[in-house]
Every structure is written in C-alpha cells, then in structure tokens.
C-alpha cells in the first residue's frame, strides 16, 4: 500500500505560477511510476505529467515547456512546478504511483492516487 498526500494548490492568476508536492510513504516499491494526473468539472481525467526510475518524464503535450516533474526518491517527494499557467489549466490535481505504468499518461495503470488538490487560474 501506498499513500499519497498532495499540497501546493491554490489560486493564480493567468501567468503565475505554483509548485505542487506530493509525499508518498509506505510500500516505496510502488512509487516506481508517480505522475500527476487532473480532472476539471465536467471532463476526463488527464494524464499531466509522468516520472518513472530514476528519470525518464513524459508530458502531455498541452503543458510541455510549462511544467517540469521532478521527484526526490530518498524523500520519497514528487513535485510538479507550474509555470506560465492558463486558465484551462484549472482542475482537481491528483498524484498517482504504481509499480508499473506501461503507458505512463494512461490513468488504469495507477491504483494509488491521493486526494487531490484544487488549482485554480483566473484570466
């Protein structure tokens, strides 16, 4: 089991920027994939961004050259720094891990996910 708690939300304007965090504790095996994942009212969840091993990101095409994904595995800390942000940037953020991901921006592959955390960007 592994669990996941996320902070750094919170409300920008367009332009601004945040840093989300998410501490993962418990069975650090399945902290192999960790990526970020958000969901706005009405809409499909989105695969954001994605940390596997010791480095490889993938992004989805939407934030590339906005946000960067970095994790500290000795900390067992993921990150997601957030610039430049867009009004359709706003949405509940999640932090997900699992042992696997075979296709890191597909949500099935993810059976722990935290709580989640509200970001929200003005115009």
């Known amino acids: 089991q592994v669990q996941l708690v996320e902070s750094g939300g919170g409300s920008v304007q367009a332009g601004g920027s945040l840093r989300l965090s998410c501490a993962a504790s418990?069975?650090?095996?399945?902290?192999?994939?960790m990526g970020w994942f958000r969901q706005a009212p009405g809409e499909e969840r989105e695969g954001v961004a994605a940390?596997?091993?010791?480095?490889?990101?993938e992004y989805a095409d939407s934030v590339k050259g906005r946000f960067t994904i970095s994790k500290d595995a000795a900390k067992a800390t993921l990150w997601l720094q957030m610039n430049n942000l867009k009004p359709e940037d706003t949405a509940m953020y999640y932090c997900?891990?699992?042992?696997?991901?075979?296709?890191?921006?597909?949500?099935?592959?993810?059976?722990?996910w935290g709580q989640g955390t509200q970001v929200t960007v003005s115009s």
């Open positions: 997900v891990a699992d042992a696997y991901c075979g296709s890191p921006l597909t949500y099935t592959y993810y059976n722990y």
């Open positions: 418990g069975d650090t095996d399945s902290t192999y994939c």
């Open positions: 940390f596997i091993g010791d480095g490889y990101t």
